[in-house]
């Protein structure tokens, strides 16, 4: 069931898989479960169509020809835009951080394959402004920009992430599974958001885990609970989510965003080895390191089972080969 209309450009349920092999390598005394949101159809896959699925038909439906937006040169986010984009016929801008100085490579180059117009802003105090001049400039020649922020963190981008609760709830119960851990990456915090709502709604036994890359949990932890909170306002529900019930992990993101850790590329060989799936070094390989950590210190033993999001990035990890020698 989708909350509002969505574009429906992806299959859902995305898979469910067990990762059986981790299981017997870890000892661990729970199953563990694998969600494919990489395999999420649109522009090499991700979390991100999640919530595309909905800011885009959004964008539609304001009548938008044209999307800015912005993140990172390796930005998941962007290429996943890009890609909509592209099956829509608009025009996408995006503004990344920093300077055009590095090689085009991972997902700066897919950028150009999916038609980015690209934008470079030196100072992150001048992505905001820029981005509200481009939109200016855009509509004086007669074009309607639709302007996505935070990649996609707001309530409406969340709902992807009730729904990938559900089918979650749905595919655990076909695996015979009882699921009281979710695992994720957590950065703009879209997906943690719309997980709590979606797992108080569909999997009510199951604490969700968010990873962080890039902030602390005193600064993490309530801007989940303000979007989750939103979010469940946005579909009319009246329960809410204190700051202190959050659950973030912010131990594992190392020296800072996007910067390799060993134990993070050492999940993502691990997974790699045992399993044949590709995780990356900025998100998912950091999250999966924490799940690893966590059950080796026996901090998981509770009776139910365990499922990681995989939510995707593994094209980032063409520019990060010289971090796994
Ligand atoms: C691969 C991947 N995993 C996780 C995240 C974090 O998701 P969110 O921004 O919704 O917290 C991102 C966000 O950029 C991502 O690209």
Known sequence: MAYRESLGFIRTPSPFEELKNIRTLTGASQRLFIKRDDLTDVGLGGNKNRKLEYVMKDAL??????????GGKQSNHCRQTLAYAAKLGLECH????GEDDTPHQGNLFVFDIFGAKLHFAKDPKDLEDGIEKLAT???AKGKKPYIISFAGSSPLGALGYVDSAKEISEQAKLAGADVTDIFLATGTGGTQAGTLVGA????PEARVHGVAVSRKREEQAPRISA????????????FSFKTEEIIIHDEYYGEAYAVPTQAGNDAV????????????PVYTGKAFSALLDLLQKGKLLRSGDIVFIHTGGAPAIFDFTESFL
């Open 94 to 97: 995006l503004f990344l951080d």
């Open 200 to 203: 108080k709604l569909y999997l």
């Open 227 to 238: 979007l989750a909170n939103e979010t469940a306002a946005f579909i009319g529900e009246s």
């Open 269 to 280: 060989r691990l997974l790699g080895r045992a399993e044949g799936i590709l995780l990356d």
């Open 137 to 139: 400039e855009l509509a």
């Open 61 to 70: 439906n304001n009548g938008a020809d044209t999307i800015i937006t912005s």
